[in-house]
């Protein structure tokens, strides 16, 4: 079988793996410069939040709402969430996995921050490694590189999806050492171009990938579906 995933800029990705829709870090066009569609238009059935920062979690209670997915986060973001009227959250923490009926996700360490945008503890930020389908898929949120993506890795990667944007995450010089430690055999590139302090020439990023590495990397068009 194969995922569909669909980037629609900066940091939002949907990925649909045998019908279930999951979409990671809901940021729309009318908040998210770099998205062509409106929240209104996107379904799913679960929503992944790595942290709380409103350029990840602007549309999520707006699209929880209107299509009653499940949002997936920590407890923290979680009890605000449910606070503004939306129960079907499933809260977890750095570390723990849990079996959902579309597969298991575990909550990843992220080096970064969470505050909510009306300035409430958000806990600690994160990621998800998914398994899907059969298939491992890492993605790693907004986080600065640290050698523990090695245990990441340890547990063979299909695909990961990285910050490359530099600024408030790790950059394209430490998204090539991640991908030692992670070894994955795709890359997809995310949180980049957005902003002017987030501008990368994402195809010298891919040439640098494809010349030091093993890994392919798979450079998405917003709203274009790939497979992996
Ligand atoms: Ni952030
Ligand atoms: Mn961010």
Not at 196 to 222: C, L, S
Request: hydrophobic fraction near 40%.
């Amino acid at each position: 079988m194969t995922i569909s995933i669909t980037w629609h800029g900066h940091a939002t990705f949907s990925l649909d793996v045998n019908g279930t829709t999951l979409v990671v870090d809901p940021f729309f066009a009318g908040n998210n410069p770099a998205a062509k569609t409106a929240v209104t238009a996107i379904s799913a059935h679960y929503i992944l939040q790595t942290h709380g920062h409103a350029d990840h979690i602007a549309d999520t209670v707006a699209l929880a709402k209107r299509t009653g997915a499940q949002v997936i986060c920590n407890f923290e973001i979680g009890n605000w969430i449910m606070k503004q009227g939306h129960d079907n959250c499933h809260t977890m923490n750095t570390g723990g996995g849990y079996n959902f009926p579309f597969g298991r996700v575990k909550m990843t360490p992220a080096l970064h921050s969470s505050g909510l945008p009306d300035g409430s503890y958000g806990g600690d930020p994160g990621g998800f490694l998914l398994h899907v389908d059969g298939r491992t898929i890492y993605i790693a949120g907004d986080t600065a590189l640290f050698s523990d993506m090695g245990l990441i890795g340890v547990v063979g990667l299909d695909v990961a999806i990285l910050p490359i944007g530099d600024n408030y995450t790790m950059g394209p010089d430490d998204s090539l050492l991640a991908l030692e430690y992670l070894n994955p055999k795709v890359v997809i590139p995310g949180h980049y171009n957005t902003w002017p302090p987030i501008a990368v020439d994402v195809a010298d990023w891919a040439n640098r990938v494809r010349a030091n590495t093993a890994v392919k990397p798979i450079v998405p068009v917003v709203d274009e579906p790939f497979t992996v």
